[in-house]
Structure formats: C-alpha cells, structure tokens
C-alpha cells in the first residue's frame, strides 16, 4: 500500500490573502502542491489531507478548496482542523447532506484497517489546542481492544505528545493526547503509524513502539527550537507532503518538497 498525506492548505477564497512573514500566498501553494501531486509517477491508493483545508470556515472557502481539490490522482479523504467547521467541510467541500459531528471516520484500503478522528473541537473554539470527547475515545478503545488481523493506521489532526521540549508546540497540541496514546496500546503490535498534521513541519517520533509522524504545510513551515515559547518561521524550509509505503513489517516515509513562485 502507498498513500499521500498533505496538510494545512489554508486555502482562503480571497486570492490574496497572506499572512506574513510568508513568501507565498496558501493558493499558490496549494497549486504547487496540485501539480507536485499530478506529477508523482505512481498512483497513490489514497491521498489524506489532515486538516486545515481552509484558513477561516468560510462557506466561499470551501468552494474554493472543491474547485482546486478535484481530479488528483487516487480517492481523498480529509480530516477537519482546528481552522476548519466540520460541517461545512463535509456539506459543502464533500457534499454529505447530513455530516457527523464529531467527524469520525474508518475505512478500509488495500486490507488496512484506517481510523480518522476529529480532534478540533467541533469548530467552536479558536484555541490551537485539540481535544478528544470521552465517546471518541471510547470508540477508540473499541477499535484497538478488539482482535482484528488487519494492519492499523490513525490519523488525526493535532500532535498528541510532547516533542522537541518546545513550549509553544506543548500548547498546540491534543490536549488528552496521553488518554489517545493509551487507547492506542492494546493494538501497537499492527499499528503501522500514526499520522498528524498542525504543527506545519515534519517530525518523527516514536513511544511505546508507536510510530508518530507529522507532515509540513504547503504554505508556511515553523519551527520548535527546545525551549521555544513562541511561534517561529522556518523561512528556508520548502512545502510539501509525505510518501507513505507498507510491507510486510515496514513503514517507509519519504518526504517530498516542492518550490513555489515567492512573492505571490
């Protein structure tokens, strides 16, 4: 199985729209992830976007983000970020009439059993911090409690643990990321990763022989200096996404970038 993991487009419907210090606009990012994708030379089984697909939930937003979204290369799922309303994710980006609140996912791909969970607290708090209701992590627990064959892979949208002794990371992330950690450990001997997105950089950790990894942003890339206790632009950072193969026994993460036109 081979999979793309994209995140944080930030796309807005004003073309313009920046925030600086920045060297590009997230529409001209999100084209050149658009054509850095078109140009891979296989076909993913899945492409995953693990949230912040717009910058401010905004119904034109997600109009926007349908229009450039469309006609890659393998089926996309997408996770909702503390940027994004879920609603208005799933009723006006992928057109379910009824969305799910919160927005919960599992499916299955190429044998692999998939788990999504919404950590961005329903789009009703600004905060950057995540969390995870009791029923999410009841369901959760269901999923890894019981004996399944299959291979595992979680994604969510805020980093769970502590890393890189970075204080302002610390207060990015899920805020029960130690409960999510636990819920994983029944089933870590098939989890073959989990993967995040939020922190705009790409970071590789693992605990309790779990695998977590996060992927940059198309727009812009911090940066978590220990000791760091505030946000920091990586400015010499390029965007991109990551490149996910499974075998048998192996999780190969290939991490691309690509160059975007500055100044736009």
Known sequence: ?????????????????????????????????????RQLPFPPDFIIHTGDVV???????????????????????????????????????????????????????????????????????????????????????????????????????????????????????LQNGEDFHAALLPARERLRGVFYGHIHQAMQLQRDGILYCSAVSSWQTFRSDPGESELQFEMAARPGFNVVSLSAGLTAIRRHSFAVEPNR
């Open 1 to 37: 199985m081979r999979f793309v993991q994209i995140s944080d487009t930030h796309i807005s419907h004003d073309e313009n729209y920046n925030r600086p210090p920045a060297p590009h606009t997230p529409l001209a990012g999100t084209h050149a992830l658009l054509y850095a994708l």
């Open 55 to 173: 910058y401010d939930p905004h119904p034109e937003a997600y109009v926007k983000a349908r229009s450039l979204l469309t006609d890659l290369p393998a089926p996309v799922y997408y996770l909702a970020g503390n940027h994004d309303d879920p609603r208005m994710l799933q009723e006006i980006l992928l057109g379910i009439p009824e969305p799910r609140l919160p927005y919960d996912q599992e499916f299955e791909s190429c044998g692999v059993q998939i788990l999504c969970l919404d950590s961005g607290r329903l789009g009703g708090d600004e905060a950057p911090a995540g969390r995870l209701t009791e029923a999410q992590l009841a369901w959760l627990r269901r999923k890894t409690y019981r004996k399944d064959p299959r291979p595992l892979l979680v994604f969510i949208h805020h980093n769970p643990l502590p890393q890189a002794d970075s204080p302002w990371l610390e207060s990015m992330r």
